[in-house]
């Protein structure tokens, strides 16, 4: 396995778990304005601190994209050759 094969696994990896973050602080924070609607007493502020899942794994998708591309471009630029210069030789 290559070094672009593992950073790209890691970023698949880093992508999901963002994507996990993002479902679960969007929830949370659904969740968090039911008091606001329904006249409920506030919920714990453990809650509210819940609700920073959301940009936290939005960074990690950011992340995890970023490296994605420097992967594939490190890759594309590897299998391309360097284009040579000119033969100028005229005999």
């Known amino acids: 396995m290559g070094e672009s094969d593992r950073s790209g ?10 994507a996990a973050l993002v479902a679960v602080g ?3 924070s659904v969740v968090a304005l039911l008091p606001l609607f ?3 007493d506030a ?9 920073f899942l959301a940009p936290v794994g ?4 950011l992340v995890a994209l970023w490296q994605r591309a ?4 490190a890759r594309l630029r590897s299998e391309q050759p360097l284009p040579s ?6 005999s």
Request: net charge positive; aromatic share 10%.
């Open 58 to 61: 939005l960074g990690l998708i």
């Open 85 to 90: 210069a000119p033969n100028d030789h005229s």
């Open 9 to 18: 696994v890691l970023a698949d990896a880093v992508f999901r778990v963002g």
């Open 43 to 51: 919920f714990p502020t453990a809650v509210y601190l819940l609700c």
């Open 38 to 40: 329904l006249g409920w």
């Open 70 to 73: 420097r992967t594939r471009s």
């Open 26 to 28: 969007t929830v949370v």
